[in-house]
């Protein structure tokens, strides 16, 4: 119990700090960490598989506890997940054990069968002929309800991008109103590369976002592993949730190339997660190369937030708190 004694007792302060209201500097609201959003911006979650990561846990127990809230939960398929109606009822029976077990504001899952984006054969992202697909006109609709000047929505990628650049070819508008926060590639000083995991699945689409979007590239793991051992199953709460999560706990992956996806949500939503980032830029010197990675380069004054380095051992902190906290159900 010594882990979930000092996520009660020495991380209140960071809850505290994630849960205040805006700062004014000046009459401008200051993001409260290195990234241009924070735990203040509501959410829109995209997934594929629903048992390898804690994305949806960690998207749900922010959303109850100060954090981001969540407005949308988009599931697709792609070459690893395959099968959308299974996805999409792994990712419903997580939103039944959540809301049963007291959480509030878990949306209803939206079902979005995302082809991939295919490079016209003029070269030009604007004759991108469009899905139309239901996360990407989601991606839209929420954005025009929910998005402020000073608070965009925030679009956490988690799989391929092709819901959030079909949403550009749907309304080109949508950039102003969204930031995409991407669980994607890789971050090798002093470059990311919109390579594998998830950044393999729609290169085309890649080549849109990143040069259309306001987009932070989360590229840096951890070793989610440790988040809920075997040894800490006992002690997930005595609900629904609880019962669901020691369920899915043998499933979750532990090879940190492969898994982590709820960086995105922590990088987002848990200002203190993210320990480095520098501005950059999409290097599109080369050209559209399908067989490659889009490399991200620094760059002052670029659309792009690099996340550099992450404070691994406050993600396990941060979950056993809200977990041991009754008032995170409702009671």
């Not at 005595?238 to 979750?252: E, L, V």
Request: charged share 15%; proline share 7%; net charge negative.
């Amino acid at each position: 119990m010594h882990r979930q004694l000092v996520a009660l007792l020495g991380l209140s302060v960071v809850l505290g700090a994630a849960g205040c209201g805006g700062t004014l500097d000046a009459g401008h609201d200051v993001p409260h960490g290195l990234l241009p959003v924070d735990e203040r911006n509501p959410v829109i979650m995209i997934n594929d598989g629903w048992s390898d990561n804690w994305s949806g846990e960690y998207a749900a127990l922010l959303a109850n506890n100060g954090g981001p809230p969540l407005v949308g939960i988009i599931v697709n398929a792609d070459k690893y997940w395959r099968t959308l109606s299974d996805n999409v009822t792994g990712w419903t029976n997580f939103v039944m054990a959540a809301l049963s077990s007291g959480l509030a504001g878990i949306p209803e899952v939206t079902a979005s069968n995302a082809a991939q984006l295919v490079k016209p054969s003029d070269g030009q992202i604007d004759s991108t002929v469009p899905n139309r697909s239901a996360g990407g006109q989601l991606i839209v609709d929420l954005s025009l309800q929910l998005s402020m000047p000073l608070r965009p929505v925030v679009v956490l990628a988690e799989g391929p991008l092709t819901d959030v650049a079909d949403a550009y070819r749907i309304d080109p508008t949508v950039v102003d109103r969204v930031v995409v926060v991407a669980a994607l590639g890789t971050y090798s000083a002093p470059n990311g590369v919109m390579n594998a995991p998830n950044g393999d699945l729609d290169p085309w689409a890649n080549w849109i976002v990143a040069q259309r979007f306001r987009y932070v590239h989360v590229g840096v793991g951890y070793d989610q592993s440790s988040d809920v051992t075997p040894a800490e199953v006992p002690n997930l709460p005595m609900n629904s949730f609880g019962n669901w999560m020691a369920a899915k706990q043998p499933k979750i992956f532990t090879d940190i190339t492969t898994a982590s996806d709820q960086v995105a949500e922590l990088s987002s939503g848990l200002p203190q997660f993210v320990a480095g980032a520098v501005r950059a830029a999409p290097d599109i010197s080369a050209g559209f190369d399908a067989s490659k990675g889009l490399t991200l380069v620094p760059h002052d004054g670029g659309n792009v937030w690099l996340v550099t380095k992450v404070t691994a051992p406050l993600a396990a902190s941060q979950l056993w708190q809200w977990l041991l906290t009754p008032k995170t159900f409702g009671h």
